[in-house]
């Protein structure tokens, strides 16, 4: 059993920054792609970026242009740094691991809210 906690989370006014953070437990130093998902209300839950034991990363859409994804191995953290904010990136921002092909991971954790105001 994983378990992945967020943390970071908060309010922000646009054109802000945040950073997330995402601490993995109870993989017995498994290694394992990790990433971030978000749901953002009246649309879609969406993947945002992922990162792998090779150092590839994977941004979805348009994301790499504002959100940095990164990792601390040796306290296996997952990081999501997130600049220049927009309204329509309020949501939930859920931490995944054990990515499985496509969209699945097989972790979630509970989500940290994001919320930006004009």
């Known amino acids: 059993q994983v378990q992945l906690a967020e943390s970071g989370g908060g309010s922000v006014q646009a054109g802000g920054s945040l950073r997330l953070s995402c601490v993995r437990s109870?993989?017995?130093?498994?290694?394992?792609?990790m990433g971030w998902f978000r749901q953002v209300p009246g649309h879609q839950r969406e993947g945002v970026a992922r990162?792998?034991?090779?150092?590839?990363?994977y941004y979805y859409d348009s994301m790499e242009d504002r959100f940095t994804i990164s990792e601390d191995r040796g306290r296996n953290t997952v990081f999501l740094q997130m600049n220049s904010l927009k309204p329509e990136d309020s949501g939930t921002y859920f931490c995944v691991g054990d990515w499985r092909g496509g969209d699945t991971f097989r972790w979630w954790g509970q989500g940290t809210q994001v919320t930006v105001s004009s």
């Open positions: 109870g993989n017995d130093g498994l290694k394992m792609c």
């Open positions: 990162i792998c034991p090779n150092d590839i990363k």
